[in-house]
């Protein structure tokens, strides 16, 4: 039985077909030439669990894809990974500020991949279910528990500090806060520091 259902947006059709055998047997595949393409997907009845989305594509980049993934009803809370070539820091930090939950880049370690995959995938099961709950309860969902570590870091985040300021006041690097900002946007559920700013993060000890 698969493991999931993974939806694979590249350009390139040499990396579409690599990245599907990869995946073969473990998960059940669909792929995207386009971002126009995997909207149109998404915009049916299709609804991966994950999508592997690249950076650099004609008419509709990555970021341009993911903010509209963002806006459609079924796919919003979906994980997406960027798997790319664009091997910059700015890439990386533009990628996860609008809620990627992970920025690979090319060429990749097969097992590592996998391994990712599989952490996101279950994490991203878990916030399914918990939105599931919040909507069959009809009442707000509870903010998962942070760790003391994850809590200092988003209330500096919602004092609008930059990731520069606060791996420096946390004594870690930028790459490092970047990370645990995608995991804590995972956690609460949100995409942005903006979203972040709205949460009472003080009362929840």
């Not at 039985?1 to 690599?18: A, C, S, T």
């Amino acid at each position: 039985m698969p493991k999931g259902r993974i939806l694979i947006v590249d350009d390139d059709e040499d990396f579409l077909e690599m990245a599907e055998s990869f995946l073969e047997g473990d998960y059940e595949t669909a792929l995207a030439a386009s971002g126009r393409g995997a909207l149109e997907l998404l915009a049916g009845d299709y609804t991966p669990d994950l999508i592997l989305l690249d950076v650099s594509m004609p008419d509709m980049n990555g970021y341009e894809t993911l903010r509209n993934i963002r806006a459609l009803g079924n796919a919003a809370g979906v994980p997406v990974m960027f798997l790319t070539g664009v091997n910059e820091t700015a890439a990386e930090l533009r990628g996860l500020e609008l809620g990627a939950v992970d920025y690979i880049t090319k060429p990749f370690v097969k097992e590592i991949l996998l391994k990712r995959l599989e952490l996101h995938l279950k994490q991203g099961r878990e916030l399914a279910a918990l939105y599931r709950e919040r909507r069959k309860k009809k009442k707000p969902l509870s903010i998962p528990p942070l760790t003391p570590w994850e809590r200092k870091i988003a209330l500096l985040a919602q004092k609008r500090l930059s990731g520069g300021e606060i791996a420096e006041a946390m004594g870690t690097t930028g790459r490092t806060i970047r990370t645990a900002l995608s995991f804590i946007y995972m956690k609460l559920n949100i995409h942005s520091k903006r979203e972040l700013a709205d949460l009472d993060l003080e009362s929840d000890r």
